[in-house]
């Protein structure tokens, strides 16, 4: 190349330059400007929506971009965490298969532009989100690992399953997004993975090899349907799956062999047997104070039988209460009695399927049934006396809600009312006695227990 030739290459590449057509200049012997240097500009299409859809695949469409040759559509990858390339098409749509029912998935497109042998690629456009149709179906038998259950004919629902669970749900109202749960039942080897009130026991599963397994429900805490829509009513479909479910539940069946006991571990009379007897061998013999505390047994029976020690056996009995809500019987020994409330002088719960002291009162510091929950009554002094509700853990010797009402006329004679919603003395707020009655009454009035005599255990 002469020097004129060079010369006038460099004016040329100087124009291009500030055109903005090539970006990095190249000295040879010969050069040229590719087509592929030119700078493209596409527009991300400005509507991605859904078309056609089934249990496995959905049809996405979207408007087409002036100056596109085709588009690539975008899947998110959730083990990636990113969007990931899924097909390149010509047109403006595209059916993307292989999808799983029920599940939501996020797309975006890009237009694209040929440049040579290659595509440059636009903006993507916003996110799309699209959930595949679920697949429902009815009257059939659904399994999971351990267990099966039959739901009624006639009924479209749709169910998710795992190894150890299958949950059930409407299908009108899980289309319509207002979840349509219905109830859950799930398998649990360790009692202390679940958490009663909402999960509450409804059997066990006992394999051949000596496991056992908690099968517990679990129901909807708020509505799960259209309410608008059924203000006067329980959509049929519905209530079949949700009030109807004490029938479904009874053709549970277990898998592999095993052996599903409606009711397992959780009726008083199946798990607090040696209790019992050691309850009756110590008021025959009138076990004393210390003899009493030390095997976690109130000292109050001592007592009564100091007072009177005839008939110990008729004066102190059991019942069985789930007081709770996790579907498992407490038992509970008091003062046989006509007089309301009854007392509690002992509570027993299970623990890893085992019994184990809950706690124990005595005429000072006595606990009783209420309707909303367990209370216990205490007096610390002439001037210092109370009320607190509990709520009793799962699977748990300790209470997981204390609230504490206090009488102290020691901190204000006139006007004596306290309240302590963690428990705890340091937390007590004065409430007007009007305030103070009404919120104790929240928790309901004592209910009868109506206790079974010891003299009555074989």
Not at 165 to 172: K, N, Q, S, T
Not at 179 to 192: M, Q
Not at 265 to 282: I, Q
Request: charged content about 30%; proline content about 3%; aromatic content about 14%.
């Amino acid at each position: 190349m002469n020097s004129k030739a060079f010369k006038a290459s460099i004016a040329v590449m100087s124009v291009l330059l500030a055109g903005g057509a090539v970006a990095t200049p190249y000295f040879g012997t010969d050069f040229s400007v590719a087509a592929s240097a030119a700078t493209v500009k596409l527009e991300a299409p400005d509507f991605l929506y859904e078309g056609e859809k089934t249990k496995n695949s959905v049809t996405l469409l979207w408007n087409e971009v002036e100056g596109a040759d085709a588009y690539k559509v975008y899947i998110y990858d959730t083990a990636q965490k990113k969007y990931v390339g899924y097909r390149k098409v010509k047109g403006t749509q595209c059916t993307v298969k292989g999808l799983s029912a029920g599940k939501t998935y996020r797309f975006k497109v890009a237009a694209m532009k040929k440049d040579g042998n290659k595509y440059k690629v636009g903006k993507k456009s916003e996110t799309r989100k699209v959930r595949t149709k679920f697949n429902f179906k009815a009257g059939d038998t659904i399994s999971c690992d351990l267990f099966s259950v039959t739901l009624p004919k006639n009924v479209l629902y749709f169910t998710e399953s795992d190894k150890d669970y299958i949950a059930v749900y409407d299908l009108e109202a899980k289309e319509a997004d207002f979840g349509g749960f219905a109830f859950e039942i799930r398998a649990y080897e360790k009692p202390s993975d679940y958490y009663g009130m909402m999960d509450s026991k409804i059997g066990e599963i006992r394999t051949d090899d000596g496991k056992i397994y908690d099968v517990v429900v679990r129901y909807p805490s708020d509505i799960q349907y259209d309410y608008e829509k059924y203000k006067d009513c329980i959509p049929v479909t519905y209530d079949k799956l949700y009030n109807g479910s004490a029938d479904i539940l009874k053709t549970i069946e277990a898998a592999d062999g095993a052996k599903y006991v409606p009711n397992g571990g959780m009726k008083g009379e199946d798990l607090y047997g040696d209790v019992l007897a050691k309850y009756k061998t110590a008021l025959t013999e009138h076990w004393d104070s210390t003899k009493l505390e030390s095997e976690d047994m109130s000292s109050v029976y001592y007592q009564m039988y100091s007072m009177d020690n005839e008939g110990m056996l008729d004066r102190v009995g059991f019942a069985y209460r789930d007081i709770n809500g996790d579907g498992i019987e407490e038992l509970l020994i008091g003062e046989v009695t006509d007089v309301e409330p009854e007392t509690i002088f002992d509570i027993y719960t299970m623990v890893d399927r085992k019994p184990a002291h809950v706690v124990s009162g005595w005429y000072r510091n006595r606990y009783y049934l209420l309707e909303n929950t367990l209370g216990n009554e205490y007096s610390d002094s002439a001037s210092v006396s109370g009320f607190k509700a509990l709520d009793l853990m799962h699977n748990d010797t300790e209470f997981s809600s204390i609230i504490d009402f206090r009488f102290d006329f020691e901190k204000d004679p006139d006007q004596p009312y306290f309240i302590s919603y963690s428990g705890d003395e340091k937390d007590l707020e004065q409430f007007s006695e009007e305030d103070f009655n009404q919120r104790k009454d929240n928790f309901g009035k004592p209910i009868r227990i109506g206790y079974t005599p010891f003299s009555k255990v074989k």
